[in-house]
Antibody, heavy 121, light 106 residues
Framework: QVELQESGPGLVKPSQTLSLTCTVSGASMRIGSHYWSWIRQAAGKSLEWIGRIYTTGSTTYNPSLTSRVSLSVDTSKNQFSLRLTSATATDTAVYYC?????????????WGRGTLVTVSS | EIVLTQSPGTLSLSPGERATLSCRASQSANTNLAWYQQRPGQAPRLLIYEASKRATGIPARFSGSGSGTDFTLTISSLEPEDFAVYYCQETINWITFGPGTKVDIK
């Protein structure tokens, strides 16, 4: 079955760049016309969609984060990545990668387990 | 941007009871709405997409209904594993999630 796994530093200093990678296993990312997304959740809060990428490299970002976020994809490694610049304490959250978020599969049907990223000096 | 409101904030029920959760959108979402369940310490799990379609492997006790601005998730008879937080998500505009409804044990 298809599985997603997030990886990256759990601690980032303020003003630095938060970088995470999601590895997709069990199937090629290029099969099935899926978008691939990042979603985050601060402690005790709801979910916030960060952005999505297609295997062609086409991206769409949440307007509230667009100036600081970039997504990339490496289909040869079956991975996609998140970079969030100028991190602040408000970026502290559990970060999830997920499949979905674009036509025709708008709902997120597969999720990674999530990784906690803390922004602190 | 569509704003989603979920009610109630907390629903206290006993196993075997029926749960009715509401999600209201600030403007029409047609049927572009999904529901997720999140248990403590776990990632969200897709339950319902396109307002009323059950995701793969989701038990029949979960059902979704509605269109436009008013949507409902119904759990016909609560099992112990159903006590969790439930989120709705719209997909017609930018992707946004509601604040969640916690279903806890009475």
């Amino acid at each position: 079955q298809v599985e997603l796994q997030e990886s990256g530093p759990g601690l980032v200093k303020p003003s630095q760049t938060l970088s995470l990678t999601c590895t997709v296993s069990g199937a090629s990312m290029r099969i099935g016309s899926h978008y691939w997304s990042w979603i985050r959740q601060a402690a005790g809060k709801s979910l916030e969609w960060i952005g999505r990428i297609y295997t062609t490299g086409s991206t769409t970002y949440n307007p509230s984060l667009t100036s600081r976020v970039s997504l990339s994809v490496d289909t040869s490694k079956n991975q996609f990545s998140l970079r969030l610049t100028s991190a602040t304490a408000t970026d502290t959250a559990v970060y999830y990668c997920a499949r979905g978020g674009g036509w025709p599969h708008w709902a997120f049907d597969l999720w990674g387990r999530g990784t906690l990223v803390t922004v602190s000096s | 941007e569509i704003v989603l409101t979920q009610s109630p904030g907390t629903l206290s029920l006993s196993p075997g009871e029926r749960a009715t959760l509401s999600c209201r959108a600030s403007q029409s979402a047609n049927t572009n709405l999904a529901w997720y369940q999140q248990r403590p310490g776990q990632a969200p799990r897709l339950l319902i997409y396109e307002a009323s379609k059950r995701a793969t492997g989701i038990p029949a006790r979960f059902s979704g209904s509605g269109s436009g601005t008013d949507f409902t998730l119904t759990i016909s008879s609560l099992e112990p594993e159903d006590f969790a937080v439930y989120y709705c998500q719209e997909t017609i505009n930018w992707i946004t999630f509601g604040p969640g409804t916690k279903v806890d044990i009475k």
